[in-house]
């Protein structure tokens, strides 16, 4: 079963300083979608950023960005400027693998934003 | 447009009860995903289906879990015979396509939160 790894359970930054929440995967397929998903309290889930891996370019949605490498098998979000509201639990997506529509997560990361 | 809708958002069964939660997708989506999480746990796929078809049924338990996204109305999963082990919130995504079909993405419900006494 392809797994995803995130391997900061808790991170911590000022309001209005930048964060990177890492994210590694594994998969065997060539061409996949990765994503990042926010749950905040509220526990609703929130999609974040995504990113096609046949496309060199890292995606970009506002203060979120993500750095993927693609042969490290890597897919960190970069969130600058750091808002309140920014808190909350975060967690990178797969594919499942073997052409499977469904998707695996990562554990989360808890960012705590620090006024 | 509405987004996905889940109910209930809380529910709760006594153990050997039956709980049945609903899903219904966004509007012209026809795939429709279920998600199990355990506390201080990521998503675990249990279920893709669409209309009147099971696709994908890989992450459901063997007994007791059903799932069944029919014609007309809702999805519904459905927990026969409960234990104290289902209390776990229950997410629904949809999307418009396939993967490999154009754009991806998974869209989700609020969850429903089961508590199983």
């Known amino acids: 079963a392809q797994t995803v790894t995130q391997s900061q359970p808790e991170m911590s930054v000022q309001e209005a300083e930048t964060v990177t929440l890492s994210c590694t995967y594994d998969t065997s397929e060539s061409d996949y979608y990765l994503f990042w998903y926010k749950q905040p309290p509220s526990r609703q889930m929130i999609l974040v950023i995504r990113?096609?891996?046949?496309?060199?370019q890292n995606a970009t949605e506002n203060r979120f960005s993500v750095n993927f490498q693609k042969a490290a098998k890597s897919f960190s979000l970069k969130i600058s400027d750091s808002q309140l509201g920014d808190a909350a639990m975060y967690f990178c997506?797969?594919?499942?693998?073997?052409?499977?529509?469904?998707?695996?997560f990562g554990k989360g990361t808890h960012l705590i934003i620090q006024p | 447009n509405a987004g996905v809708m889940q109910n209930p958002r809380h529910l709760v069964r006594r153990r050997g009860q039956e709980a049945r939660l609903r899903c219904s997708p966004m509007?012209?989506?026809?795939?429709v995903y279920w998600y199990r999480q355990l506390p201080e746990e990521g998503l675990k796929f249990m279920v893709y289906?669409?209309?009147?078809?099971?696709?994908?049924e890989s992450g459901m338990p063997k007994e007791r879990f059903s799932a069944e996204f029919p014609k007309e109305g809702p999805s519904i999963l459905r927990i026969q015979q409960v234990v104290r082990g289902d209390s776990a919130a229950y997410f629904c995504?949809?999307?418009?396509?396939?993967?490999?079909?154009?754009?991806?993405?998974?869209?989700f419900g609020p969850g429903t939160r089961l508590t199983v006494t």
């Open positions: 997506a797969s594919p499942l693998g073997g052409g499977a529509d469904g998707l695996t």
């Open positions: 995504a949809s999307s418009p396509r396939r993967r490999g079909t154009g754009d991806y993405e998974q869209y």
């Open positions: 289906l669409q209309k009147e078809n099971i696709i994908d």
């Open positions: 509007k012209g989506h026809s795939h």
């Open positions: 990113q096609e891996a046949y496309k060199q």
